[in-house]
Structures are given as structure tokens and as C-alpha cells.
């Protein structure tokens, strides 16, 4: 287990250094998104057993193939899952969903609810800045180190999608994310 929480620990770090380097590598292709999900979900399987935590995936019927890096997708939900993770009660549920709403039918919708102690207002546009903390969350309500929050939006964003987190004092938080389901390409943006 520690093992593998050094690996994360690096793995931020290295993406820490391609963000700061300007070297994210977006390598677009059509993906399955709950065979992106299920992979993400089983990853996070030990933390979330530990916890005893269990995990509730919703996935909208007849979901469109998802034009986007799969690597970088992955890693996005996985931050979100670990944030999930850390910040719930032990015995809860952390609810994973992807859909198609209809007001944005160009874009594919996801979110990672849980049922931690919420985050306040005012600290709730800071939730993705990049910050380090010790042993104590810098933010009430989240759960990570600090730097995975960061990665995710700067991936999405990347990406051509939006991330945001909603979130209800003693309820929990839902973190939720956009990606354009076929993303114009630079070629057909310079026309």
C-alpha cells in the first residue's frame, strides 16, 4: 500500500512537471467511457475497501463513444475517485456517473459525488488550486494531497472541458466535469 502511494505521490509530481513544462501530450481517441470508469474504479478498489467504502457507478443508457485522451481521462477520474475516497466517512457510498444531458448534448457529463463533510463556500473556488499540505487539509472537505485536484482540472481543461464542485455543508461534495464528446480539431479550427 505504500508502495503504491509513493507511485501516486511520483506520478503527480511528474505531471506537476509536464503541466509546468507545457509538455501534456493530448493523444485523442475513441474510447469507451465505462471501460475507462470500470478500470478507474477497480484501481481504487483497495482504498475503497479499507474504508470500507462502496462505490455505486451510474452510467446513462446508449453513451456515445468519448473523442479524448484515455490515459489523461483515466488519470482525471482517478484523482477525483482518491479525493472521494479521503474525504468520506468510513461506510458511506461514492457515487461515479457519466451522461448526456440534453441542454449540452454536444459535451459527455461526469461526476464523483460523496458524502464527506462538504466544503465551505468560500473555500470551494480554491478547491483546485494547486496546494500542498502535511497531515491536515489545507480546504475542509477534501481529501487529497493537495496536487490531484490541480492535475485534473489543468487535464480537462486541456481537453477542451470545464470542471466544478458543488457541495453541501455535512452532506458531501459532487465534482463534476465536462468533455466535448467530438472536440474540433486545430486543423479545422485554423479554417
Same mark, same amino acid.
Given at each position: 500500500?505504500?508502495?503504491?502511494?509513493?507511485?501516486?505521490?511520483?506520478?503527480?509530481?511528474?505531471?506537476?512537471?509536464?503541466?509546468?513544462t507545457?509538455?501534456? @501530450?493530448?493523444?485523442?481517441?475513441?474510447?469507451?467511457? +465505462?471501460?475507462?470508469?470500470?478500470? +478507474?474504479?477497480?484501481?481504487?478498489?483497495?482504498?475503497?475497501?479499507?474504508?470500507?467504502?462502496?462505490?455505486?457507478?451510474?452510467l446513462?443508457?446508449?453513451?456515445? @463513444?468519448? @473523442?479524448?485522451?484515455?490515459?489523461?481521462?483515466?488519470?482525471?477520474?482517478?484523482?477525483?475517485?482518491?479525493?472521494?475516497?479521503?474525504?468520506?466517512?468510513?461506510?458511506?457510498?461514492?457515487?461515479?456517473?457519466?451522461?448526456?444531458?440534453?441542454?449540452m448534448?454536444?459535451?459527455?457529463?461526469?461526476?464523483?459525488?460523496?458524502?464527506?463533510?462538504?466544503?465551505?463556500?468560500?473555500?470551494?473556488?480554491r478547491?483546485?488550486?494547486?496546494?500542498?499540505?502535511?497531515?491536515?487539509?489545507l480546504?475542509?472537505?477534501?481529501?487529497e494531497?493537495?496536487?490531484?485536484?490541480?492535475?485534473? @482540472?489543468?487535464?480537462?481543461?486541456?481537453?477542451?472541458?470545464?470542471?466544478?464542485?458543488?457541495?453541501?455543508?455535512?452532506?458531501?461534495?459532487?465534482?463534476?466535469?465536462?468533455?466535448?464528446?467530438?472536440?474540433?480539431?486545430?486543423?479545422?479550427e485554423?479554417?
Amino acid at each position: 500500500a505504500n508502495i503504491e502511494r509513493m507511485d501516486a505521490m511520483l506520478q503527480d509530481l511528474i505531471g506537476i512537471a509536464a503541466i509546468e513544462t507545457g509538455q501534456i @501530450k493530448i493523444e485523442p481517441e475513441s474510447i469507451d467511457v +465505462s471501460e475507462v470508469i470500470e478500470e +478507474s474504479v477497480m484501481n481504487a478498489a483497495a482504498v475503497f475497501r479499507d474504508r470500507e467504502l462502496s462505490i455505486r457507478i451510474e452510467l446513462a443508457d446508449g453513451l456515445p @463513444k468519448l @473523442k479524448a485522451d484515455r490515459d489523461n481521462l483515466h488519470q482525471i477520474i482517478s484523482h477525483l475517485l482518491s479525493n472521494a475516497a479521503l474525504c468520506s466517512p468510513n461506510g458511506s457510498e461514492v457515487i461515479v456517473r457519466a451522461q448526456v444531458q440534453p441542454e449540452m448534448s454536444d459535451y459527455l457529463l461526469f461526476s464523483v459525488a460523496d458524502h464527506g463533510g462538504g466544503i465551505a463556500t468560500d473555500d470551494r473556488q480554491r478547491a483546485f488550486h494547486r496546494m500542498y499540505r502535511a497531515d491536515n487539509p489545507l480546504i475542509q472537505g477534501l481529501g487529497e494531497t493537495g496536487i490531484g485536484l490541480s492535475i485534473a @482540472k489543468t487535464l480537462v481543461e486541456a481537453q477542451g472541458g470545464r470542471i466544478w464542485v458543488e457541495s453541501v455543508m455535512g452532506d458531501g461534495s459532487t465534482f463534476t466535469f465536462v468533455l466535448p464528446i467530438n472536440p474540433r480539431t486545430e486543423q479545422a479550427e485554423s479554417v
